[in-house]
């Protein structure tokens, strides 16, 4: 074998390598983002069957949508951090639901806090302002860009209509069978281009993500799940 020949088969090489490589990268995000979908409609079916779920399911029916992160890790010694992978689906004023688009929460906090824990979380987007956040831009932070508050759980439920004009986003959280509110505030939100890019099959940004119908089946399951969480929603 010549040189040219030989420096042929090692640009051929490279290149399979390259392809075989990118491959498997995009297989892998598959594979996440599905999951992802997966372990969000399990939290909304854990927290529909909680008996304070009905005020959420309430704030949900008359909000602008939802963003779920099924597995926040929350984690450290004094200073600690959390971080976790989600989605976001819009609610239309005739109750269907249009997404995903895909994100990434990390955020500090400082206090007694020793281990590791998972926690599930959902927030709900109640007004004009926290729509925008999520459509807006690549990220925000919870408490500067955009108000949050802990969601009214049992006999706060009233809350869930009185106070909703003062907070964007109501924060929801499941953990070791307990649900309850959840404050937020630092916490920073970003968009994940790669799962959207995964699903969608091109890249699209969240807020043209949003405005698709979330009709496709790989949302059926957890369509159907705030779907059902919804009817719990107070006549």
């Known amino acids: 074998m010549n040189k040219i020949s030989k420096f042929g088969t090692l640009i051929l090489t490279l290149a399979v390598v390259v392809i075989l490589s990118t491959g498997s990268t995009v297989f892998a995000e598959e594979k996440a983002h599905e999951k992802r979908i997966r372990m969000s409609a399990e939290l909304i079916r854990e927290m529909t069957t909680q008996e304070d779920s009905d005020s959420m399911a309430e704030v949900i029916k008359s909000g602008k949508g939802v963003a779920i992160f099924p597995a926040v890790t929350k984690a450290g010694l004094m200073i600690g951090g959390q971080v976790g992978e989600g989605l976001v689906l819009l609610r239309n004023p005739n109750g269907t ?68 004009a003062k907070a964007s986003i109501y924060s929801y959280s499941m953990s070791k069978g307990l649900f309850a509110g959840m404050t937020l505030e630092g916490t920073v939100l970003n968009q994940n281009r790669d799962a959207n890019r995964a699903y969608w099959g091109r890249d699209v940004s969240a807020a043209t993500a949003l405005k698709k119908s979330a009709s496709d089946k790989r949302m059926k399951n957890l369509v159907d799940s705030l779907n059902a969480l919804v009817k719990k929603a107070p006549k």
């Not at 639901?97 to 020793?114: E, K, R």
């Not at 807006?136 to 408490?143: C, P, V, Y």
């Not at 955009?146 to 009185?162: C, F, L, M, N, Q």
């Open 97 to 164: 639901w249009s997404g995903p688009s895909f994100m990434g929460l990390s955020g500090a906090s400082i206090g007694i806090q020793i281990g590791v824990q998972s926690v599930g979380l959902v927030l709900v987007i109640t007004n004009e302002d926290g729509l925008r956040a999520f459509t807006g831009g690549n990220s925000f932070k919870l408490g500067a860009d955009v108000a949050i508050a802990a969601g009214p759980v049992g006999r706060d439920a009233s809350a869930a209509t009185d106070s909703r």
